[in-house]
């Protein structure tokens, strides 16, 4: 919303201040000010000078020397304007002075410096000046010409200040109001707060019902068959329109406000929808058929076309404004081509009614038209203030000689909004805040906007405008706004202490993060939806329970459109970004949920995990992720055997480097070296790995519980084995039998050589482990280590491992 | 007799052996002496051999004279070899000089994500001013994420948020807010919560906007909470996170599930109010929404409003990181270049 200042003044006369100064006051007040424009910027001396004389330029075409009475004196300007003739009143910018454009109408960055000079050899002390480089527009001021300068009326002052009387002494405030003021959609809404923030006295509109003898319901009958749609439908008459254009001051309010003057009728529906912030729509009541409105839904696929041309199709959701035969117009939103108002219209049907705003919101959103009358009735307006408005409307339209009003309002309005009742409760308004404020006060307050107190019922009534308010914290806030929040104190709770804490799952979170950090991975954010085709890119089953994802209804587009069942994309994505942007040995992580449903389409709120993933590239090799996990898993106090099932059966990574991960019999997770052809189709150059772990999982065994187990005071004792072992079998085999048999007597077992090529038979590897013994009783002797060991070879040797020789 | 041959015998004994101490060069010629001189087959344990011959009564003299020249030996013997070993650590420490500005071996510990960083910032304030850390479902319920926060059915604040919806009854919560229902519900008081997570908005990515990003929400309900008791709280939480000198200046605002309602403002942190190009001149920036608990929002939640009060805020965390790190887009949070992250 923007609103000049001017216009407010015209309610709120005593208001002295400056741009600054205001805006700052209203935005703390609760009227927030985004931001200014004066519209007098960078304009310096700049008079009314009228032209008395012009003669050719001796060595320029294009150029007129013109002599221009000042006021205090006659000056030389050598100017091209087409447009000047003598007797012209213009403004003139003075030796020294200061315009906001240049002659190609583009506004400059602190203005253009005019000073005296010579044009072609002859001087010139000044400058005559387009609307354009007075920094505004056509638009705004519709009676300058296209090309030249701007001529000001014959009652201009020779003399006066030229920027004044283009009322460019302004300045322009654009407000941000929050959905619950309504009523400070409109320059009154607005100048009421502003009386109330600098306490100054506020002087609305002075609305006088006028009108003829005759009776508007002589001329038209109103049926409103949808009350919920349309509380209340007000109408009035004007016969004998003259158009023609508006006064200048009306004009100077709309163009602040952004919106371009036109003619004296529509600029007057214009003001008025901006001063009450009612809407209001003229028909030309000549077209109206049957002296009759009817206020009804559409139907289903009936056609209508707008005044803007576009034809449209309804449906029973739309509320249509109609005559005895045809729809006239879409409510709220735009009237029809069929009775818009044309140059030679007579007779006026004005109309002023309140239509709920939910309709208007979702009926201008589905037929893609949207209005300032749709943008003003889809917050919900007051129905009350229809009658206001429409009067002030005919008053403007009488005191500026564009019709004659006819007598009396045709008005629907079955259910009258009643004004809120608050019981007044000053202590809980004092305790909500935390002020020690009297009575007296919070009612200076209130009434300054308006909200008094009832004395017998100790009730404040709120005005139907002010639908925000309807409970001791709505009261509370308004006397809050007016003391200033800046006046409450600052206290810190009082009452009984509370622990801080981070949950359990948090806590193991942070510790993933310490160690996978630790080991130099990076954290990495990354979408929680993505597109259904990364499913086949990372080669999954058609029936794979990962595509069971869930679907947002209004994506952003297809590639934000499901809910990620898997974390894998996000990884590849960025190790890909990061690949392609040459960054070396890359490692990343990321902790993000995935979302599963129970069952499609979604009845009760999915599974959220939380998943911690890794990736990387670059000097690292599938055992360093592995290294990370186990590092992860121990400092979380999971400190049994982990295993690794090679059988992950995971499509997307490569099918002889990767495994389950498995804690106490549990999966908690996989690790693999991404799958060439997975890796190529997202654009990452040699081998990469990931890991992607179950917090979820992982919470159930983490702890951070530690026992002392004291240190050994016994010596150990180490073995080497070094065998020869059938390719096929895993290290987890034989790790799992030596630990088996070992006892309890092994300490550790330790693979440090493992070798296949030359020297060892087609089909085998040589493998070699240190078993380390020691005992928490006793110093071991030779023959307890050799009856152990010789119970490892025994188990061994069912693996067809032999001892190299 | 025999006393003085012996005598004289080590004066010459300890003679020679001072002087060729005194010309030893190295430790191996240390050495030498003493096993010549000190040692079993020794210059001196020859002496102490010739002792038979001394009559019984002169023994212990003798003993003595021996034993001192011993002690004068070895004493000189020693001199020599501590200045000796001095000299030679000397030496060894001055070849083993190295070049200290060679590279660094580093350990290339990983990055927290800016996000994490402001995050744990302010879990931190927080948890040491007694607040849990509680966590609510990113995929809600729109009776969590609109209805129970005062935003009935087709309440334009719900099209303000463009609201990704998964089915009429589901959405992908807009904010943390739903978080505040859920732990009012559980109906343990006082509460004193921040919830931070995951929020999605359907903004099209750019430079300021992301259709997902993060929020962390608070939550104090107790009786004869005050909104001084939400000023002094969220004064302290912004000294806390960017500086004792940051100021706070609360303006008027609308939430539909607070009432009264503020935005918090905190003097700009890069040029402490004076106006920059920061804070785009203002020397203010927008850091969050807060307000005391609607009453109506307490009855859907079943707590007493008339007992209980309570505030409640909303911080958004990219937005803290984006300030405090000085990022000027946002994408960059999402994109994950590790010379991005490698900076935090």
């Given at each position: 919303m923007n609103t000049s200042l001017k216009w407010i003044k015209r309610y709120v006369p005593d208001l002295e201040c400056t741009s600054q100064e205001y805006m700052d006051a209203m935005t703390l007040s609760g009227?927030?000010?985004?931001g200014y424009k004066e519209?007098?910027?960078?304009?310096?001396?700049i008079v009314i000078g009228q032209v008395t004389k012009i003669e050719k330029h001796p060595d320029a075409d294009k150029l007129v020397i013109c002599q221009v009475n000042i006021g205090t004196e006659s000056i030389q300007i050598v100017t091209g304007a087409p447009?000047?003739?003598?007797g012209a009143k213009v403004a003139v910018v003075l030796d020294g002075g200061k315009v906001a454009a240049g002659h190609d109408d583009k506004k400059v960055e602190g203005g253009i410096v005019i000073k005296a000079g010579k044009l072609r050899g002859i001087e010139s002390n000044g400058m005559m000046c387009s609307i354009e480089e007075l920094g505004s527009t056509r638009e705004m001021y519709?009676?300058?010409?296209?090309?030249?300068i701007y001529i000001f009326d014959d009652d201009a002052k020779v003399g006066a200040d030229a920027v004044k009387a283009l009322g460019l002494d302004d300045v322009v405030f654009e407000y941000e109001v929050?959905?619950?003021?309504?009523?400070?959609?409109?320059v009154i809404g607005i100048a009421r707060e502003a009386a109330a923030t600098f306490g100054k006295k506020f002087y609305p509109p002075e609305v006088k019902v006028i009108g003829n003898d005759e009776k508007a319901s002589d001329y038209i009958r109103v049926e409103v068959t949808d009350k919920e749609l349309c509380p209340r439908y007000t109408a009035r008459v004007v016969k004998n329109i003259k158009i023609g254009p508006s006064p200048k001051w009306m004009q100077r309010c709309l163009a602040a406000s952004g919106i371009r003057p036109i003619n004296n009728l529509v600029d007057i529906t214009n003001y008025v929808m901006e001063e009450f912030g009612q809407p209001m729509h003229a028909y030309?009541?000549?077209?109206?058929?049957?002296n009759k409105i009817i206020v009804r839904r559409a139907e289903n696929g009936e056609k209508f076309v707008t005044l803007d041309g576009k034809e449209h199709v309804l449906d029973e959701n739309v509320l249509m404004i109609c005559d005895a035969e045809k729809p006239v117009g879409l409510a709220g939103i735009m009237g029809g081509e069929n009775s818009m108002i044309t140059d030679n219209v007579k007779n006026v049907l004005f109309e002023a009614a309140n239509f709920d705003g939910t309709n208007i919101r979702l009926s201008s959103k589905r037929l893609g038209l949207r209005t300032d009358a749709s943008g003003k009735f889809e917050k919900g307006l007051d129905p009350n203030n229809a009658e206001a408005a429409i009067n002030r409307a005919c008053q403007l339209i009488e005191e500026l000689g564009c019709g004659e009003v006819v007598g009396g309002m045709v008005d629907v309005y079955p259910e009258v909004r009643k004004e809120s009742r608050v019981p007044f409760e000053p202590e809980k308004i004092n305790d909500l805040l935390g002020t020690d404020l009297s009575k007296d006060e919070m009612l200076k307050y209130l009434a300054a906007v308006e909200?008094?107190?009832v004395e017998k019922t100790n009730e404040i009534v709120a005005p139907?405008?002010?639908?925000?308010?309807?409970?001791m914290a709505d009261l509370a806030e308004e006397v809050a706004r007016f003391f200033g929040y800046d006046n409450i104190p600052t206290t810190l709770p009082k009452g009984e202490a509370t622990t801080g804490k981070l949950p359990f799952d948090l806590r193991v979170q942070q510790k993933a993060r310490e160690i996978v950090q630790y080991s130099g991975f990076s954290q990495g954010y990354t979408y929680s939806f993505e597109s259904p085709k990364v499913f086949d890119r990372l080669r999954l089953?058609?029936?794979?329970?990962?595509?069971k994802a869930i679907e947002i209804i209004?994506?952003?587009?297809e590639d934000f459109s499901i809910m990620r069942t898997l974390s894998v994309n996000g990884m590849l994505t960025s190790l890909a970004t990061n690949y392609n942007r040459r960054n070396k040995d890359v490692k990343l992580y990321e902790l993000g949920n995935i979302y599963l449903a129970k069952?499609?389409?979604?009845?009760e709120l999915p599974e959220e995990k939380m998943m911690l993933t890794l990736g990387m590239f670059g000097k690292y090799d599938f055992f360093d992720m592995k290294g990370v996990i186990e590092e992860f898993f121990e400092k979380v106090g999971m400190n049994e055997i982990v295993e690794y099932d090679a059988?992950?059966?995971?499509?997307?990574?490569h099918p002889g480097r990767q495994a389950n991960i498995i804690y106490k019999g549990e999966v908690v997770g996989y690790l693999g070296e991404v799958h060439p052809e997975v890796a190529k189709d997202y654009g990452i150059g040699g081998r990469s790995y990931i890991a992607v772990i179950d917090m979820t999982e992982i919470v159930k065994f983490a702890t951070f519980d530690r026992k002392y187990k004291g240190i050994a005071k016994f010596p150990a004792v180490s073995r080497d084995l070094s065998m020869v072992v059938?390719?096929?079998?895993q290290a987890a085999d034989i790790e799992k039998i030596i630990r088996q048999r070992g006892?309890?007597?092994?300490?550790s077992v330790e693979l440090f050589d493992i070798y296949e090529g030359e020297q060892i038979q087609e089909g085998f590897k040589s493998m070699a482990y240190k078993c380390t013994f020691r005992s928490a009783e006793k110093t071991l002797e030779e023959q307890d280590i050799s009856a152990v060991m010789k119970k490892i070879l025994n188990g061994l040797s069912v693996l067809g491992i032999e001892l190299r020789q | 007799m025999i006393n003085n041959e012996i005598k004289t015998k080590l004066d010459s004994i300890l003679d020679k052996a001072q002087e060729s101490i005194k010309a030893a060069k190295d430790m191996d010629i240390i050495n030498e002496i003493r096993v010549k001189?000190?040692?079993?087959?020794?210059e001196l344990t020859a002496v102490l051999k010739g002792m038979?011959?001394?009559a019984p009564e002169d023994r212990p003299a003798v003993g003595q004279l021996v034993n001192d020249t011993r002690t004068k030996i070895e004493s000189a013997l020693e001199t020599v070899k501590t200045r000796l070993e001095k000299a030679q650590m000397e030496a060894r420490l001055a070849a083993e000089?190295?070049?200290?500005?060679?590279?660094a071996k580093k350990y290339n510990i990983g990055h927290s994500h800016p996000n994490t960083i402001a995050l744990e910032e302010v879990e931190r304030i927080f948890i040491g001013m007694g607040y849990e850390v509680v966590e609510g479902p990113e995929i809600e319920y729109d009776l969590y994420n609109f209805e129970k926060l005062n935003?009935?059915?087709?309440?334009p604040a719900k099209d303000e948020q463009d609201t990704f919806y998964i089915n009429s009854d589901i959405?992908?919560?807009?904010?943390?807010?739903?978080a505040q229902a859920r732990e009012m519900e559980k109906?343990?008081?006082p509460i004193r919560m921040i919830s931070p997570g995951r929020v999605f908005r359907s903004d099209e990515v750019d430079a300021t906007h992301s259709p997902s990003f993060h929020q962390i929400e608070g939550l104090v309900v107790d009786e004869h909470i005050t909104f001084a008791d939400l000023k002094g709280t969220l004064q302290e939480f912004a000294r806390e996170l960017f500086g004792p000198e940051t100021k706070t200046k609360f303006r008027p605002h609308h939430f539909p599930?607070?009432?009264p309602s503020a935005e918090m403002d905190v003097s700009c942190f890069k040029c402490g109010g004076k106006g920059c190009r920061f804070c785009k001149g203002e020397g203010w920036i927008e850091i969050l929404g807060c307000g005391m608990v609607h009453p109506h929002v307490f009855e859907m939640c079943g707590i007493d409003p008339e007992k209980y009060t309570g505030f409640a805020f909303g911080v958004g965390l990219e937005r803290i990181a984006l300030l405090k790190y000085e990022i000027?887009?946002?994408?960059l949070l999402y994109e994950n270049d590790i010379r991005f992250l490698n900076q935090f």
């Amino acid at each position: 919303m923007n609103t000049s200042l001017k216009w407010i003044k015209r309610y709120v006369p005593d208001l002295e201040c400056t741009s600054q100064e205001y805006m700052d006051a209203m935005t703390l007040s609760g009227t927030k000010v985004e931001g200014y424009k004066e519209l007098d910027e960078n304009l310096e001396k700049i008079v009314i000078g009228q032209v008395t004389k012009i003669e050719k330029h001796p060595d320029a075409d294009k150029l007129v020397i013109c002599q221009v009475n000042i006021g205090t004196e006659s000056i030389q300007i050598v100017t091209g304007a087409p447009n000047v003739f003598e007797g012209a009143k213009v403004a003139v910018v003075l030796d020294g002075g200061k315009v906001a454009a240049g002659h190609d109408d583009k506004k400059v960055e602190g203005g253009i410096v005019i000073k005296a000079g010579k044009l072609r050899g002859i001087e010139s002390n000044g400058m005559m000046c387009s609307i354009e480089e007075l920094g505004s527009t056509r638009e705004m001021y519709p009676e300058a010409p296209e090309y030249g300068i701007y001529i000001f009326d014959d009652d201009a002052k020779v003399g006066a200040d030229a920027v004044k009387a283009l009322g460019l002494d302004d300045v322009v405030f654009e407000y941000e109001v929050t959905s619950n003021r309504v009523d400070c959609y409109s320059v009154i809404g607005i100048a009421r707060e502003a009386a109330a923030t600098f306490g100054k006295k506020f002087y609305p509109p002075e609305v006088k019902v006028i009108g003829n003898d005759e009776k508007a319901s002589d001329y038209i009958r109103v049926e409103v068959t949808d009350k919920e749609l349309c509380p209340r439908y007000t109408a009035r008459v004007v016969k004998n329109i003259k158009i023609g254009p508006s006064p200048k001051w009306m004009q100077r309010c709309l163009a602040a406000s952004g919106i371009r003057p036109i003619n004296n009728l529509v600029d007057i529906t214009n003001y008025v929808m901006e001063e009450f912030g009612q809407p209001m729509h003229a028909y030309d009541l000549d077209t109206i058929e049957g002296n009759k409105i009817i206020v009804r839904r559409a139907e289903n696929g009936e056609k209508f076309v707008t005044l803007d041309g576009k034809e449209h199709v309804l449906d029973e959701n739309v509320l249509m404004i109609c005559d005895a035969e045809k729809p006239v117009g879409l409510a709220g939103i735009m009237g029809g081509e069929n009775s818009m108002i044309t140059d030679n219209v007579k007779n006026v049907l004005f109309e002023a009614a309140n239509f709920d705003g939910t309709n208007i919101r979702l009926s201008s959103k589905r037929l893609g038209l949207r209005t300032d009358a749709s943008g003003k009735f889809e917050k919900g307006l007051d129905p009350n203030n229809a009658e206001a408005a429409i009067n002030r409307a005919c008053q403007l339209i009488e005191e500026l000689g564009c019709g004659e009003v006819v007598g009396g309002m045709v008005d629907v309005y079955p259910e009258v909004r009643k004004e809120s009742r608050v019981p007044f409760e000053p202590e809980k308004i004092n305790d909500l805040l935390g002020t020690d404020l009297s009575k007296d006060e919070m009612l200076k307050y209130l009434a300054a906007v308006e909200l008094t107190l009832v004395e017998k019922t100790n009730e404040i009534v709120a005005p139907t405008f002010r639908q925000d308010i309807h409970c001791m914290a709505d009261l509370a806030e308004e006397v809050a706004r007016f003391f200033g929040y800046d006046n409450i104190p600052t206290t810190l709770p009082k009452g009984e202490a509370t622990t801080g804490k981070l949950p359990f799952d948090l806590r193991v979170q942070q510790k993933a993060r310490e160690i996978v950090q630790y080991s130099g991975f990076s954290q990495g954010y990354t979408y929680s939806f993505e597109s259904p085709k990364v499913f086949d890119r990372l080669r999954l089953d058609k029936d794979a329970p990962e595509r069971k994802a869930i679907e947002i209804i209004n994506p952003l587009g297809e590639d934000f459109s499901i809910m990620r069942t898997l974390s894998v994309n996000g990884m590849l994505t960025s190790l890909a970004t990061n690949y392609n942007r040459r960054n070396k040995d890359v490692k990343l992580y990321e902790l993000g949920n995935i979302y599963l449903a129970k069952e499609l389409p979604l009845k009760e709120l999915p599974e959220e995990k939380m998943m911690l993933t890794l990736g990387m590239f670059g000097k690292y090799d599938f055992f360093d992720m592995k290294g990370v996990i186990e590092e992860f898993f121990e400092k979380v106090g999971m400190n049994e055997i982990v295993e690794y099932d090679a059988k992950a059966g995971k499509p997307y990574l490569h099918p002889g480097r990767q495994a389950n991960i498995i804690y106490k019999g549990e999966v908690v997770g996989y690790l693999g070296e991404v799958h060439p052809e997975v890796a190529k189709d997202y654009g990452i150059g040699g081998r990469s790995y990931i890991a992607v772990i179950d917090m979820t999982e992982i919470v159930k065994f983490a702890t951070f519980d530690r026992k002392y187990k004291g240190i050994a005071k016994f010596p150990a004792v180490s073995r080497d084995l070094s065998m020869v072992v059938p390719k096929d079998v895993q290290a987890a085999d034989i790790e799992k039998i030596i630990r088996q048999r070992g006892g309890k007597i092994l300490e550790s077992v330790e693979l440090f050589d493992i070798y296949e090529g030359e020297q060892i038979q087609e089909g085998f590897k040589s493998m070699a482990y240190k078993c380390t013994f020691r005992s928490a009783e006793k110093t071991l002797e030779e023959q307890d280590i050799s009856a152990v060991m010789k119970k490892i070879l025994n188990g061994l040797s069912v693996l067809g491992i032999e001892l190299r020789q | 007799m025999i006393n003085n041959e012996i005598k004289t015998k080590l004066d010459s004994i300890l003679d020679k052996a001072q002087e060729s101490i005194k010309a030893a060069k190295d430790m191996d010629i240390i050495n030498e002496i003493r096993v010549k001189v000190l040692g079993k087959k020794g210059e001196l344990t020859a002496v102490l051999k010739g002792m038979k011959d001394v009559a019984p009564e002169d023994r212990p003299a003798v003993g003595q004279l021996v034993n001192d020249t011993r002690t004068k030996i070895e004493s000189a013997l020693e001199t020599v070899k501590t200045r000796l070993e001095k000299a030679q650590m000397e030496a060894r420490l001055a070849a083993e000089k190295i070049d200290v500005t060679l590279p660094a071996k580093k350990y290339n510990i990983g990055h927290s994500h800016p996000n994490t960083i402001a995050l744990e910032e302010v879990e931190r304030i927080f948890i040491g001013m007694g607040y849990e850390v509680v966590e609510g479902p990113e995929i809600e319920y729109d009776l969590y994420n609109f209805e129970k926060l005062n935003i009935p059915a087709n309440h334009p604040a719900k099209d303000e948020q463009d609201t990704f919806y998964i089915n009429s009854d589901i959405v992908l919560r807009t904010q943390t807010s739903p978080a505040q229902a859920r732990e009012m519900e559980k109906g343990k008081l006082p509460i004193r919560m921040i919830s931070p997570g995951r929020v999605f908005r359907s903004d099209e990515v750019d430079a300021t906007h992301s259709p997902s990003f993060h929020q962390i929400e608070g939550l104090v309900v107790d009786e004869h909470i005050t909104f001084a008791d939400l000023k002094g709280t969220l004064q302290e939480f912004a000294r806390e996170l960017f500086g004792p000198e940051t100021k706070t200046k609360f303006r008027p605002h609308h939430f539909p599930f607070t009432e009264p309602s503020a935005e918090m403002d905190v003097s700009c942190f890069k040029c402490g109010g004076k106006g920059c190009r920061f804070c785009k001149g203002e020397g203010w920036i927008e850091i969050l929404g807060c307000g005391m608990v609607h009453p109506h929002v307490f009855e859907m939640c079943g707590i007493d409003p008339e007992k209980y009060t309570g505030f409640a805020f909303g911080v958004g965390l990219e937005r803290i990181a984006l300030l405090k790190y000085e990022i000027d887009d946002m994408r960059l949070l999402y994109e994950n270049d590790i010379r991005f992250l490698n900076q935090f």
